[in-house]
Nanobody
Framework: QVQLVESGGELVQPGDSLRLSCAASGRALGLYALGWFRRAPGKEREFVATINWSGATTTYADSVKGRFTISKDNAKNTVYLRMNSLKPEDTAVYYC?????????????????WGQGTQVTVSS
């Protein structure tokens, strides 16, 4: 089995930067494509970013492209989401997920393992 644990969520002001981390058990980072999703209050879960097993391929939602960066460190079994220029609409619970594939996907139903989520609040 694969276990994912997110951390790094905080209360920040608009324009601030924040880095989220997702610690994965076993060899998940070397075997699976990985992704970040988020769920804002009263809304459905939405795609944020994905990265493939090698880190060579990344994809982003239009709403975060140019501001967020997904990366991973296989030696540490950790996935990161660097968030710059945060906006109030970025407020959400952020989840990391793993997919049993070498290829990325933007569909949450194609992911097999999920973390518990970490709260990011952007407010002045």
């Amino acid at each position: 089995q694969v276990q994912l644990v997110e951390s790094g969520g905080e209360l920040v002001q608009p324009g601030d930067s924040l880095r989220l981390s997702c610690a994965a058990s076993g060899r998940a980072l070397g075997l699976y494509a990985l992704g970040w999703f988020r769920r804002a209050p009263g809304k459905e879960r939405e795609f944020v970013a994905t990265i493939n097993w090698s880190g060579a391929t990344t994809t982003y939602a239009d709403s975060v492209k140019g501001r967020f960066t997904i990366s991973k460190d296989n030696a540490k079994n950790t996935v990161y989401l660097r968030m710059n220029s945060l906006k109030p609409e970025d407020t959400a619970v952020y989840y990391c997920a793993a997919r049993r594939s070498m290829f990325v996907s933007q569909s949450d139903h194609e992911y097999d393992y999920w973390g518990q989520g970490t709260q990011v609040t952007v407010s002045s």
